[in-house]
C-alpha cells in the first residue's frame, strides 16, 4: 500500500486540477516531487504520481511557469528511476517532461532508448507504438 502521506498529497492535487486550478495543481506537484521524501516511496508508488502529471489529458501546449516548474522538479527522479530500472514507461515519463521544457533532442534519444528496450521485450505492444509515435513527432 502506498504511504498515507502520499496519498493525501495526490488527493488534494487531483481536487485541485478538478476544481480547474491547474496551476495550483502543478504547484502541488512540484512541491510533492522536490520533497525528500518522495524518494522514499515505493518505486511503483513514485511512477502512479509522476504519470499523474505527466501524461494528464488536456494540458495546455504552451506551458505556464507552474507547469514548467512541477516538470523540472520530476526530471531527478525520473531520472533516478530510468537509472535504477531502465523501464520504457520510464523513459516516457522523462521524455515527455524533457518536450514540455523544451529539451527535444534530450527527450528524442530519451523516447529511442526506451522504444530499443520496449522493442526487445514486446515489439507488438501499445507502449512501444506510442514511443514510436513520440519519436517520430519529434
Request: glycine share 8%; hydrophobic share 40%; with cysteine.
Amino acid at each position: 500500500m502506498a504511504n498515507e502521506a502520499l496519498i493525501h498529497a495526490v488527493k488534494e492535487i487531483v481536487a485541485l486540477a478538478k476544481s480547474g486550478d491547474a496551476d495550483g495543481a502543478y504547484t502541488g506537484y512540484c512541491a510533492l516531487f522536490g520533497s525528500p521524501e518522495f524518494s522514499t516511496y515505493r518505486p511503483e508508488d513514485q511512477r502512479q504520481a509522476l504519470k499523474l502529471m505527466v501524461l494528464t489529458k488536456g494540458a495546455t501546449e504552451t506551458p505556464t511557469p507552474a507547469m514548467v516548474d512541477a516538470h523540472r522538479a520530476a526530471l531527478g527522479p525520473l531520472t533516478e528511476l530510468v537509472s535504477a530500472h531502465g523501464e520504457p514507461s520510464d523513459h516516457e515519463l522523462l521524455g515527455v517532461c524533457h518536450v514540455v521544457l523544451g529539451n527535444e533532442e534530450s527527450a528524442s534519444n530519451i523516447f529511442k532508448a526506451g522504444l530499443a528496450i520496449e522493442r526487445e521485450r514486446d515489439p507488438s505492444s501499445v507502449l512501444c507504438g506510442t514511443l514510436m509515435k513520440r519519436v517520430s513527432m519529434l
